[in-house]
């Protein structure tokens, strides 16, 4: 019997400052809805899903970093999301700013939690690979504050069994690294879940000139990075955007289900909050994982071992 996973990509048009909590909770609840009507069991949503996406702004005053960050998930504003789903029998990744007080020091992750068709909370994980800059750079037309808002992330790239499947998180950036992908890879995932709000715009970055890259990059990365992932480590992956422009500020749209052959199987077609369904047969990871990606069978540790004893490239003396 196969193993199909109905999976939605949960896509969110744009966040405004002026939205709150509640009117975007409103909106998640409405697609978990749409979700569960076109059949799905899993629904994900994007990266820091409640809020506009905050990093782009400087902020001096701690308060108001903090507004962007949920001290309790769920918490009050986000409760009705988690009892919807437990109401359908539907789960969800949601992306959202965490903030953990242990004792008396405050810690802010970028964080992502999957949770089960009974509304209850299966794992946990912080983004790892934080992009952009830590200063603030005034002649810059946006800001990309994220290595100054979170810390990275503690909790590793875990796997976990779920929905009859293997299933892994990463955040946004971290799609981009192949060590992502492997280390969830080298524990037999067949679907990765990710959230996303990628500018349109080439962020600034510590150290260098900033420059504009051709617009068309970013979604041509964006896609290649999800099909190279999913092929090289046979797993099906579900990447959600927010996109559209929020408060002038545009984030690209292109959520997309990427099968294990790395073939986009559906992806959005607009920069508003959409519903795309799939039904990942997660059997097919196993014909890729017992053929060309057989790791066991192929591959030879023994010369990999700068992937984990560097941090930045070596290049041969002059
Ligand atoms: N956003 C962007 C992303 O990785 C970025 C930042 C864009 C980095 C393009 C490099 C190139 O999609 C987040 N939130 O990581």
């Known amino acids: 019997m196969a193993r199909i996973l109905r999976t939605a990509c949960a896509q969110l048009g744009p966040i405004n400052l002026v939205d709150d909590r509640k009117s975007v909770v409103a909106r998640l609840i409405a697609l978990l ?10 629904a994900v949503f994007p990266e820091l899903a409640l809020t506009t996406f905050f990093p782009r702004y400087w902020y001096e005053d701690q308060a108001a970093i903090d507004g962007f960050f949920e001290a309790e998930m769920p918490g009050p504003e986000t409760q009705p999301l988690f009892d919807e789903a437990a109401k359908l029998g539907i789960g969800f990744y949601l992306g959202y700013g965490e903030l953990e007080q242990e004792g008396g020091t405050i810690r802010r992750f970028n964080t992502a939690i999957l949770v089960g068709p009974d509304g209850k909370l299966i794992g946990k994980y912080r983004k790892i690979h934080l992009p952009g800059h830590v200063e603030h750079k005034p002649d810059a037309a946006f800001q990309h504050l994220e290595k100054r808002y979170f810390e990275p992330g503690n909790l590793g790239f875990q796997v976990w069994r779920a929905y009859d499947s293997a299933l892994g998180m990463c955040i946004c950036n971290d799609r981009r690294w192949v060590e992502t992908y492997r280390v969830m890879g080298l524990q037999g995932v067949e679907m990765i879940a990710l959230g996303y709000n990628t500018p349109s715009m080439t962020v600034p970055s510590d150290g260098v000139a900033h420059q504009q890259e051709p617009s068309h990059l970013r979604m041509f990365h964006h896609l290649l990075s999800l099909q190279a992932g999913a092929y090289q480590n046979a797993t099906w992956v579900v990447a959600s955007g927010k996109a559209g422009d929020e ?3 545009n984030l ?6 990427v099968a294990p052959t790395g073939e986009i199987a559906a992806r ?9 369904v799939f039904d990942c047969d997660l059997d097919l990871c196993t014909f890729y994982k017992e053929r060309v990606f057989n790791f066991a069978r192929h591959r030879r540790p023994e010369h990999y071992g700068r992937i984990t004893s560097q941090v930045g490239a070596e290049p041969p003396p002059e």
């Open 268 to 276: 959005t077609l607009t920069e508003e909050d959409e519903v795309i």
């Open 247 to 249: 408060d002038g500020h």
């Open 252 to 257: 690209i749209g292109g959520s997309a289900i």
């Open 33 to 42: 809805r749409e979700a569960h009507g076109m059949g799905a069991k899993l």
